[in-house]
């Protein structure tokens, strides 16, 4: 049965996760061709944002749909993935959650749960943050992406998010005796598999 939830994250994730990429991609080339104007972006900006949200909806589905295959509740199957979550070799501590926060806050809106790092949808931003905001090498240089502000203050970059927790998932399944592709998979612009 767990097969059935690797073909949903292979059959929807990541073309989600595609989608996604691309829309920051036209969000870039909009953004330096607007001469640095935030507000020409506005519709650049909602697009990456929903399919932000789109792709984040698709990977935390795989928590309920893995928690069904092997007798587990979802938060059971998010806390065996988090620590799997990685970029290369560093580990992107709470991408999970700010994956599953992401996806609930663009269904709800407004947030209750206290696992979430974030209140609302409010909180998923497009912003132009320049350096030093994530770790090195994650998501854009320069330019406008869409970032999670934690209720701690912290910005993360979901194109360091996804990829990291696509990344998890892959291992996860593996762990669990899934059957697993060995051509390579690029989510995001970064190698995620093998």
């Known amino acids: 049965m767990i097969h059935r939830s690797v073909d949903q994250l292979i059959d929807n994730v990541l073309p989600a996760a595609a989608d996604y990429f691309m829309a920051e991609q036209e969000l870039s080339a ?3 061709a607007a001469t640095n104007d935030l507000s020409a972006c506005g519709g650049e900006a909602a697009k990456a944002k929903r399919l932000a949200a789109q792709v984040a909806i698709a990977i935390d589905g795989l928590a309920d749909r893995a928690g069904h295959a092997l007798q587990l ?9 988090g ?3 990685s970029l290369g070799t560093a580990q992107r501590a709470g991408c999970i959650e700010r994956v599953r926060a992401v996806a ?5 809106d407004h947030l209750s ?9 409010d909180d998923v931003l497009v912003v132009a943050p320049g350096f030093g905001i994530d770790g090195y090498g994650v998501g854009k ?12 203050g912290e910005l993360w970059k979901v194109l360091g998010d996804v990829p990291a927790a696509v990344h998890g998932w892959f291992h996860f399944f593996l762990i669990h005796g899934a059957k697993q592709t060995t051509s390579e ?3 995001c612009g970064l190698r995620v598999w093998p």
């Open 30 to 32: 909009v953004y330096a």
């Open 73 to 81: 509740k979802p938060n059971a199957v998010r806390q065996q993935v």
């Open 83 to 85: 620590p799997l979550c």
């Open 104 to 108: 609930d806050a663009y269904q709800h």
């Open 113 to 121: 749960n206290p696992q979430h790092p974030i209140t609302s949808n």
């Open 141 to 152: 240089w320069d330019g406008v992406e869409v970032l999670v502000h934690q209720i701690n």
């Open 185 to 187: 998979i690029s989510v």
